[in-house]
């Protein structure tokens, strides 16, 4: 079978293996000048199962990279104040370098309240109104995590976006908002679509790279794709026999796109691999504040 018409597969899991590499020596380096090692705490309330899964894969993914680690897990009931005397045990803890919340939190927890309360300078996820506002300047210590995961995998696969015309699909503060700014930065020539977006198709039909976080399973077709665009696909969805699927729907899609990203293997390795990278900052950032 012929495949030459088939979108180009970017490998998120292999690209995730060689930044790792790299910030696990990294580590190493930073142990053996300063005589501790980065340290990640990682906060979840209640029992989303697919929190689970991020969260564990954090806790492993930064023991790998020879860092210390801890999940704090508490029950769905937890209370605010619960919470956090928590975060205040965890921003007092001098072994601990970044904190992070897992996303989302029960319904009866003020999110904003917790965001504000993570000192910025241990904020591994860069969701500190004082983080964004550094990302907006484009003057800053942390990057989100999905999103800077997104601009290695371009940077990696020499893609460059100075000039291009990108569509982020999607207007979240973890992934849409600072998606388009770091873009931005890049010298794209960004556009935001949202659920309340006319001519949808239309606008996603113009973009040289294509950006979907919308959590909606296959949203995004092949006959919406601009021939040889580049589709980095944020969603990680349930299609209806169960199995793990994107935003796009990649059957079609590549038969269209430039170069694609798969779900699973694409875009999730490298959202932790920022994560990491966030945490040895952190530790470099207490070194240079001592
Ligand atoms: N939930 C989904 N994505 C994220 C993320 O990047 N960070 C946190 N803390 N929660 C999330």
Avoid: W
């Amino acid at each position: 079978m012929v495949k030459s018409n088939m979108a180009h597969i970017i490998d998120g899991k292999k690209i995730a293996e060689t930044t790792r590499a790299d910030i696990t020596a990294r580590v190493e380096a930073f142990k053996n000048e300063n005589g501790f090692v980065p340290g990640l705490a990682v906060v979840i309330v209640g029992e989303n199962p697919a929190s689970k899964v991020y969260v564990r894969n954090k806790k492993l993914a930064s023991e790998q990279a020879g860092m210390y680690s801890v999940v704090c897990e508490m029950p769905e009931n937890t209370t605010q104040e619960e919470l956090m005397a928590k975060l205040s045990q965890l921003k007092a803890d001098e072994k601990i370098h970044g904190i992070l919340v897992q996303l989302p939190l029960p319904k009866h927890l003020n999110e904003s309240e917790v965001l504000r309360f993570i000192p910025p300078e241990k904020d591994v996820d860069a969701f500190h109104a004082e983080n964004t506002g550094h990302i907006m300047i484009g003057d800053y210590h942390f990057l989100p995590c999905t999103p800077a995961g997104v601009m290695t995998m371009l940077k990696y696969e020499n893609i460059d976006v100075a000039g291009k015309k990108c569509v982020v699909i999607g207007r979240s503060n973890i992934v849409g908002k600072p998606m388009a700014m770091l873009l931005l930065h890049a010298d794209g020539t960004v556009t935001v679509c949202h659920s309340k977006t006319q001519n949808l198709a239309e606008i996603i039909r113009q973009a040289d790279i294509l950006v979907v976080a919308i959590g909606r399973a296959k949203f995004v077709t092949g006959d919406m794709v601009k021939p040889g665009a580049v589709v980095i696909d944020v969603g990680m969805n349930r299609d209806e026999n169960g199995k793990l699927c994107g935003d796009c729907d990649f059957e079609s899609c590549e038969k269209v796109a430039g170069a694609i990203t798969p779900v699973p293997g694409g875009v999730g390795p490298m959202t932790i691999t920022t994560l990491l990278e966030n945490t040895l900052r952190a530790a470099e950032l207490a070194v240079k504040n001592a």
